[in-house]
């Protein structure tokens, strides 16, 4: 049995010692506003230090703000990670209007919405099998308030070129 424990202790040492992927979230920004809600797309760098490719089997996601949930969800079976190279992947977030307007009370104080994203990428490794990455990523973002809305309607209509102008 000793021969078997020495082989185990060297297996799980060069284990604990390969490279392993690593990934961060660059960026967090809100693509989209719509009837049903708003999406935010996090960008997140995953680096593959393999030969081959990596299946990504699947990402979960946490938004919070003011110490409270406002979206979670998982996406299954995103892709691959590229070789030997860095692969961006897009993580997109949905949240329901109604669950930002129970965040007036945040808002309410500074005219921005803090929040914090975590995420967790699940790869899976050969021979090692499914490897959790935890991230997390906080940030603000920052509201528009009347006079910056009423301010950005005049600057466009001063950058808009009139012979561009199609009229109905």
Same mark, same amino acid.
């Not at 010692?17 to 693509?31: F, G």
């Not at 021979?127 to 906080?138: E, R, T």
């Given at each position: 049995?000793?021969?078997?424990?020495?082989?185990?202790?060297?297996?799980?040492?060069?284990?604990?010692?390969?490279?392993?992927?690593?990934?961060?979230?660059?960026?967090?920004?809100?693509?989209?506003?719509?009837?049903?809600?708003?999406?935010?797309?996090?960008?997140?760098?995953?680096?593959?230090?393999?030969?081959?490719?990596?299946?990504?089997?699947?990402?979960?996601?946490?938004?919070?703000?003011?110490?409270?949930?406002?979206?979670?969800?998982?996406?299954?079976?995103?892709?691959?990670?590229?070789?030997?190279?860095?692969?961006?992947? @897009?993580? =997109? &977030?949905?949240?329901?209007? /109604? !669950?930002? %307007? *129970?965040?007036?009370?945040?808002?309410?104080?500074?005219?921005?919405?803090?929040?914090?994203?975590?995420?967790?990428?699940?790869? @899976?490794? =050969? &021979?090692?099998?499914?490897? /959790? !990455?935890? %991230? *997390?990523?906080?940030?603000?973002?920052?509201?528009?308030?009347?006079?910056?809305?009423?301010?950005?309607?005049?600057?466009?209509?001063?950058?808009?070129?009139?012979?561009?102008?199609?009229?109905?």
């Amino acid at each position: 049995m000793d021969l078997i424990d020495k082989a185990k202790n060297f297996v799980s040492e060069k284990i604990a010692n390969m490279q392993k992927p690593e990934a961060t979230i660059t960026d967090v920004d809100l693509k989209k506003l719509g009837f049903d809600g708003v999406t935010f797309h996090a960008k997140v760098a995953v680096k593959n230090p393999y030969s081959v490719p990596i299946p990504i089997m699947e990402i979960d996601y946490v938004l919070k703000s003011a110490s409270r949930v406002i979206a979670s969800g998982r996406i299954p079976d995103p892709g691959n990670i590229k070789a030997n190279d860095s692969t961006m992947l @897009d993580v =997109p &977030v949905k949240v329901p209007h /109604s !669950i930002l %307007l *129970s965040l007036v009370k945040d808002i309410g104080g500074d005219w921005d919405v803090d929040y914090t994203l975590e995420l967790g990428l699940i790869i @899976d490794l =050969p &021979v090692i099998g499914n490897f /959790s !990455i935890p %991230l *997390s990523y906080s940030g603000e973002y920052k509201l528009p308030t009347l006079s910056d809305l009423w301010k950005g309607g005049k600057e466009d209509e001063e950058k808009e070129d009139p012979s561009k102008v199609v009229e109905i």
